[in-house]
């Protein structure tokens, strides 16, 4: 079946990188989402990666996708205080042709000033 | 323009009684989901539907869950006899169509706490 994991919780500090780690096990998934869900706010698309691509940059924004292992990964730049939010990790599984979305449960990044 | 909403923000009900959820999509999206999130989860797959038709149902946990969406844009989300495990965020997403990335627009949620 269709699983995603994230590690739980990140801190760091102000201006330094922050980078989200995420894994899933199904290898004919066609498309990786991040998304971004603040306190009261509708979760937000922050970027997506096609399954033949290794990397993606938008801004400050780098998505490393390991399609061997699995593993998919966010960077974010210059993290700011603003960037505190939960990040979710989603894929489109390859048997499905409706786009649902596996979530896995959220990484919490805590920004410190 | 305006986003995905979703009515009500907070229903609060009695454990067996019957409620309805309601989404808006994005004007002439023809795709919309609904999915559910649980406190510390993210969110679960319920239903897809394309136009008027449910697509896909096959995240609805059991028959008291059904959805409608009769003319293809408003969609609502009927529970019946509520049971305190159905307490959760219930997130609807529009997009413009099936297509790739298949980039969904997602509303604030409605949340539901079954007493």
């Known amino acids: 079946g269709e699983d995603v994991e994230q590690s739980l919780f990140l801190s760091v500090r102000e201006g330094d990188s922050s980078v989200i780690n995420c894994t899933y096990t199904?290898?004919?998934?066609?498309?990786l989402y991040w998304y971004k869900q603040e306190p009261g706010a509708g979760l937000q698309l922050l970027t997506y990666?096609?399954?033949?691509?290794d990397m993606k940059q938008d801004q400050r924004l780098t998505v490393l996708l390991n399609k061997k292992d699995k593993h998919l990964s966010l960077r974010i730049a210059d993290t700011q205080t603003g960037d505190s939010a939960i990040y979710f990790c989603?894929?489109?599984?390859?048997?499905?042709?409706?786009?649902?979305?596996?979530f896995g449960q959220g990484t919490t990044l805590q920004v410190k000033p | 323009g305006a986003g995905v909403s979703q009515t009500p923000s907070n229903k609060v009900t009695e454990k067996g009684k019957y409620v309805e959820l309601r989404c808006d999509p994005i004007?002439?999206?023809?795709?919309l989901y609904w999915y559910r999130q649980s406190l510390g989860q993210g969110p679960e797959f319920l239903i897809y539907?394309?136009?008027?038709?449910?697509?896909?149902d096959s995240g609805l946990p059991n028959d008291r869950f059904f959805a409608v969406r009769p003319e293809g844009s408003v969609s609502t989300l009927k529970i019946q006899r509520t049971e305190r495990g159905d307490s959760a965020v219930y997130l609807c997403?529009?997009?413009?169509?099936?297509?790739?990335?298949?980039?969904?627009?997602f509303g604030p949620g409605t949340r539901l706490t079954v007493t």
């Open positions: 997403a529009s997009s413009p169509g099936l297509a790739f990335p298949y980039e969904q627009y």
């Open positions: 539907f394309q136009g008027t038709g449910a697509a896909d």
């Open positions: 199904d290898s004919s998934s066609t498309y």
């Open positions: 989603a894929e489109t599984p390859g048997s499905s042709n409706t786009g649902k979305l596996i």
């Open positions: 990666i096609f399954s033949n691509m």
């Open positions: 004007s002439g999206h023809t795709a």
